[in-house]
């Protein structure tokens, strides 16, 4: 899962806040205007065609893309998904955000509300809101010197505190 960066979350926020309004164009099938696409376009400020244009240059969803992903390929659409890797995103979270199957986000909404529709902008918007405040509280736990293994929780070693303010730092 994600790194619960204030990037990432802040991104997901402005994006489901963005999706509530009627005048942005949402459309699944669009590599600019699917889920995906609206994180995309948040995080690198790169307009929805621009997006759905360099993502055409090679083939695939954003699940194929984050498969195929490579750094030194000098696609332009594997730019953009350094991007979102650099605020916290893994390729994983990629496919998952496109089809809204993290089994950990869905956990947090009412049963009654886990049967969620990709192709939904109001879908969209619940399951971003519900991973943005997951993320949240794994940051508050972090700071507050609690970490995940596994499943489970141990108290963090200084050097990790230490090795997350260097990478944070080298991010920006």
Sequence with gaps: MARPTPRLIDALRVTA???EDPSTKYRWAHMGACNCGQLAQTI????REEIHRRALERAGD???????????????IDHILDAMLDVGLELGDVTRLERLSDRR??????????RLSFRAREDVVRYMRAWADLLDEERAREVSGVRRV???T???SPSDHAASDRASSRRG
């Design 17 to 19: 806040a963005r999706l």
């Design 150 to 152: 596994g499943a489970a």
């Design 105 to 114: 986000v869905l956990a947090r909404l009412p049963v009654e509300e886990r």
């Design 62 to 76: 954003w699940g194929e893309q984050a498969v195929e992903h490579c750094a030194a390929s000098g696609l332009p």
């Design 154 to 156: 141990a108290p963090a």
């Design 44 to 47: 690198t400020e790169i307009p």
